[in-house]
């Protein structure tokens, strides 16, 4: 098996091969590349060497660049990689090793991560804003709305994160604690490395070859072809005459036979029998049923056949896209944003209740909120629908219509081009950029270089240049020979000698106010320099606390001598807060521009690889 999703995984760089369904939060199918995946408003695609692109909104760090700040163009982010999915505001990928990563919010646990590396001021929860690995020997993947699945190489379905609705599958409504061997039988030996331990792990179901999950259910594939579901009913989306509507049903339960494909929308769910059928079931919502069952979120409780000759199908929160055995890409329902790329502009916010072909040619596809990505056999990715946050990986300019973005992809992030705010409307499915090149796979990408002599730190990082600045100016040498450790805490000790480095480490000549710094301590002088300086002050350093945003700016203003600045405007920093000032005087010379959606953040605590990128900014500059 495993040589199997290896060869398969290599092929990508040759040719894109067959249609593959898709769905809402996309379906993963054992033995099936998941090359273009959308979540709510952001999306993500491999190129034909294995890298992987995302582009939209990034407000709880799904773009896994580091950062919390939106994306109106493609960036590069993880190598080697096999399929990719989103959820909501997650994101989820298969490496080419069999490795499961994941990024994106946290607050359910659904990464399979119990914490982060950014808090999120909103939430109250932890974003994990750079890829990390939770798993190996995955042959396929599925995220929801806050719940993830997992299909293991040997066929096992797991199932993880949010589960107010039943949709984890454990015969439980609700949280529960998972059963004492889930490390050993899922994640492997303890001992073998740092992967996170999710808090709840449950083994669903065996014998399993796809999954798909949408808002609040579940629904998987099993290798004789029947269709199980689990979740939230309230909208008969479970398909079951068996389950009652308007409850929840924690256990799978089989609902059709002879299935090749299943998706999962919001509150839908659409399958494809092996006669090439599509039969769907739950809300009529939108029209998503196409004209066959109930409108005007009526329920269709049991499923209906809408459509023949059909090879995929993806479901949206409330639009679906269905490829035919001929290539062509036909969509319905919701239409509020112009997701189903017909070219009818009297449609926009209305529903189409009847399919329209929009593409031919057509071998994947997948359906987000309001937005809509495909890609045709000559490896082109073309884009549709609400473009506000980029997720069209055009711009973002724009309300309810389509633009064109014909510009290669850059082999490493690029600023947007300037050009980008004044490109011109469309409202059909719009050429976002090439794949591959007319002569088929673009030459393979050399894989991004270490940098200085760090294995942890590439040169597509954005701590890469700040890095390579600090260790050039003996600001650190790392935390090993070959580690860098980007995202461990920085604690105040640490920043501190930071700058006492980067300012020439000057000896200090006043003695020691501090009853918790001994002469022996690495910062020694630096925390004696920095109270000399007026950075700090009081007869308690506290060395090994966690050095904050507010504080990591605090000092830079002060090491500047207190220099005025307009003031800034975060819903998060008060106007008398100590902090503000350095706050304003940090965005006003470009060191900062917050975290995003309004916010600053001051609490937040900052890794090595923030730290250093504050400091290059404020001082290497």
Not at 152 to 159: E, V, Y
Not at 488 to 509: K, M, Q
Request: net charge negative.
């Amino acid at each position: 098996m495993k040589k199997r999703f290896l060869a398969l995984a290599l092929a990508l760089g040759v040719c894109l091969g067959l249609a593959a369904p898709a769905s809402a939060y996309d379906m993963g199918h054992v033995g099936q590349l998941r090359i273009v995946a959308c979540g709510d408003d952001h999306t993500a695609f491999l190129k034909g060497d294995g890298t992987l692109w995302v582009t939209g909104d990034n407000s709880r760090g799904q773009l896994g660049n580091g950062t919390r700040e939106q994306s109106l163009a493609p960036i590069r982010v993880l190598d080697q990689v096999a399929s990719v999915t989103c959820g909501k505001y997650q994101t989820a990928a298969i490496r080419k090793d069999g490795t499961l990563w994941t990024w994106g919010l946290t607050q359910n646990r659904q990464l399979g991560l119990d914490g982060g590396d950014l808090f999120d001021e909103i939430t109250g929860a932890m974003n994990q804003t750079v890829p990390v690995k939770v798993m190996d020997n995955v042959s396929a993947v599925s995220c929801g709305e806050f719940h993830t699945a997992v299909i293991k190489a040997d066929g096992s379905l797991w199932t993880w994160g949010n589960n107010t609705e039943g949709q984890l599958g454990n015969g439980i409504i609700g949280d529960q604690p998972s059963s004492s061997n889930w490390w050993d039988s899922v994640f492997g030996d303890p001992q073998a490395g740092p992967a996170p331990e999710p808090e709840t792990v449950f083994h669903v179901l065996d014998d399993v070859v796809a999954v798909a999950c949408g808002d609040s259910h579940t629904a998987a594939l099993k290798r004789d072809g029947t269709l199980w579901t689990w979740g939230n009913n309230f909208w008969g989306q479970l398909g079951s005459p068996d389950i009652s509507t308007k409850e929840s049903c924690p256990t799978p339960t089989q609902v059709l036979d002879k299935v090749t494909a299943v998706s999962c929308g919001g509150y839908f769910t659409a399958a494809v029998r092996t006669d090439g059928s599509l039969w769907m079931w739950g809300s009529g919502g939108f029209d998503v049923m196409a004209g066959k069952g109930p409108v005007n979120w009526g329920d269709q409780t049991t499923p209906i056949k809408v459509m023949d000759n059909v090879s995929a199908v993806s479901c949206g929160q409330n639009h679906v896209a269905a490829i035919k055995t001929d290539g062509s890409l036909w969509m319905w329902g919701k239409n509020w944003y112009g997701e189903i790329g017909n070219d009818i502009s009297e449609f926009m916010e209305e529903t189409c209740p009847t399919p329209v072909q929009v593409l031919d040619d057509v071998i994947a596809v997948s359906c987000g909120n309001d937005h809509t990505v495909a890609i045709t056999s000559d490896g082109t990715l073309w884009g549709w629908g609400n473009p506000d946050y980029g997720q069209l990986g055009n711009g973002g300019a724009g309300n309810v219509t389509i633009e064109r973005w014909v510009e290669e992809i850059p082999l490493y992030p690029e600023p947007i081009p300037a050009h980008m705010a004044y490109l011109t409307y469309q409202t059909v499915p719009a050429k976002v950029l090439s794949v591959t090149s007319a002569s088929g796979a673009l030459p393979p990408t050399a894989p991004p270089a270490p940098v200085g002599g760090f294995t942890d730190v590439l040169e597509t990082d954005f701590f890469a240049a700040p890095v390579e600045w600090a260790v050039e100016n003996g600001v650190t040498s790392g935390t090993s020979a070959t580690t860098f450790s980007p995202g461990n805490t920085c604690t105040t000790a640490e920043i501190l000698t930071f700058l006492w480095r980067a300012s020439g480490s000057p000896a200090p000549e006043g003695a020691n106010p501090f009853s918790d710094v001994a002469e022996s301590d690495f910062s020694y002088q630096a925390a004696l320099w920095a109270y000399e300086n007026g950075l700090v002050s009081g007869t308690a350093l506290q060395g090994s606390a966690p050095c904050t945003r507010a504080d990591t700016v605090t000092y830079l203003w002060k090491l500047a001598g207190s220099p005025a600045a307009p003031a800034a405007s975060f819903t998060d920093v008060p106007a008398g807060a100590d902090y503000a000032p350095a706050v304003a005087w940090a965005v006003d010379q470009g060191i900062t521009s917050g975290t995003g959606e309004g916010a600053f953040s001051p609490d937040n605590t900052c890794t090595r690889g923030e730290i250093v990128t504050f400091l290059y900014r404020g001082l290497g500059q």
